[in-house]
């Protein structure tokens, strides 16, 4: 067997596309697939079937005639696909005829304005039928149309024209479907992540705020958020400590990840690797690590677990190796395998640096495939950087390292950095009680 096909099957026996995609829109599931098709994860013609079939339950008709072609270059498009193209045109042609008068009423500067300044969705309302005849009935249909255009690819249309709705709508079941919906299209544009970011945590809100919902709907609810929101943490500036404070730090969410779905953990894992300045929350990623072996594992994990728990140094060099070929084949992490590999070589320097007296500056040079002279820069620049007290012995060709104690005061540094997320979510929950309690009141006194 060729190296490329063994590193084929390798990349697919870690692929987590099918667990993912049970809790993504379909729409979502098209990058996924094309990331897999393009990395040859699978058979081409198998990715090209499961697009077919996803495809085969959207408005995306001129996509699903395209991949038709592709996968079956020698068979006419069949006619079920062209009868669908017409419906689909049709629908479209009735859509924007039923939609002309608020279509172009929101494409008035004045209105624009007044939508993007607006705090309060009654008076913007009032606003436009006193001055443009507005009916508030259209509104229904607004958001029909933002969502069949949305089946049909349309994101930017859809994310715009949901937005609106929202601002506007006093139907609070379609208000958050609207809001499930404008999140989708601002992960699928990858424009603003800082507008996708934004629609993460008024779901967020919106999910733990309910009252009189069953804790297996809202289970359900916060698995589905934990899945979409893997956009957005791995491509917003700050996604790497969002996702460390929600899935870690968030009581609710860190269960649903142990109960529905332990493969987060791969996520979770690789954010905190691969953020320099939340080192100290390894502890208890450590923890919930050990507390999910027995559901899952993944190499990423085991050399957290080869390094941390065991402080096996050849596993984890091993480990580290197949975490390349995990982070290669991984759509979400991808993009920070170069950083992950940096960081988790030095999580093993460091370790091992602790738990020995003295290192061998050749056998480090080795290992890291280098000259002794360079190995002997590097490791002067690295034991500073991790504030390491030790000292170089150029005659011996050693590192003699310094017992360390840590002082009082930075033992209360590190146990009280989280403090402050902690504090403002324990605000945040006693602000929402008294609200409920201050709502009873009311309902009592009426």
């Known amino acids: 067997v060729s190296p490329y096909w063994q590193c084929t099957c390798r990349m697919a026996e870690y692929d987590l596309s099918a667990r993912i995609g049970q809790y993504l829109d379909l729409h979502l599931v098209f990058p996924l697939l094309e990331f897999l098709q393009n990395h040859h994860v699978y058979d081409d013609a198998d990715i090209q079937r499961g697009k077919l079939d996803l495809l085969s339950k959207t408005n995306m008709v001129d996509f699903a005639i395209e991949t038709h072609k592709s996968l079956n270059p020698d068979q006419a498009v069949p006619a079920a696909l062209t009868e669908k193209r017409k419906v689909v045109l049709e629908k479209l042609k009735k859509y924007q005829q039923d939609c002309t008068p608020f279509t172009e009423l929101f494409e008035k500067p004045e209105v624009v304005q007044q939508i993007k300044t607006s705090r309060d969705g009654a008076q913007l309302l009032e606003y436009l039928k006193t001055n443009f005849n507005f009916q508030p009935e259209t509104l229904n249909t607004m958001y029909e149309y933002a969502k069949f255009q949305f089946d049909c690819g349309n994101y930017k249309f859809a994310a715009e024209y949901l937005h609106n709705y929202r601002v506007l709508s006093v139907d609070a079941a379609k208000d958050i479907s609207a809001l499930w919906g404008k999140f989708a299209c601002d992960i699928l544009l990858g424009q603003d992540w800082e507008a996708a970011f934004e629609d993460l945590n008024a779901l967020r809100e919106f999910i733990d705020g309910q009252e009189g919902v069953s804790p297996l709907v809202q289970l359900q609810q916060r698995t589905w958020l934990i899945h979409w929101s893997l956009f957005v943490f791995f491509n917003h500036p700050k996604g790497r400590d969002g996702i460390i404070d929600l899935f870690l730090y968030q009581t609710n969410y860190s269960n649903a990840i142990q ?188």
């Not at 987060?264 to 080192?279: E, F, G, P």
């Not at 690590?289 to 941390?308: G, H, K, M, N």
């Not at 197949?322 to 070589?345: G, H, I």
């Open 259 to 446: 109960t529905v779905c332990p493969h987060v953990l791969r996520y979770l894992t690789t954010a905190v690797i691969t953020n320099k300045r939340r080192r100290n929350v390894l502890k208890d990623l450590v923890k919930l690590i050990q507390q999910e072996a027995y559901s899952y594992r993944d190499p990423i994990t085991e050399f957290v677990e080869c390094l941390y728990v065991n402080f096996d140094f050849d596993g984890a060099q091993k480990k580290l190796r197949e975490c390349e070929t995990v982070l290669s084949s991984d759509f979400f992490l991808v993009a920070c395998r170069e950083e992950f590999m940096e960081n988790a070589r030095l999580f093993i320097f460091e370790t091992y640096c602790r738990i020995h007296n003295t290192i061998s500056i050749s056998m480090l040079a080795e290992k890291l495939n280098m000259t002794a002279d360079k190995a002997e820069e590097w490791i002067v620049n690295l034991i500073r950087n991790a504030r390491l007290e030790a000292t170089i012995d150029s005659k011996e060709g050693h590192v003699v390292m310094a017992t360390q104690v840590p002082s009082v005061y930075q033992q209360v540094i590190e146990k009280t950095k989280s403090l402050s997320f902690r504090s403002q979510a324990l605000g945040d929950n006693i602000q929402k009680r008294l609200k409920q309690r201050s709502s009873k009141r009311d309902a009592q006194d009426a």
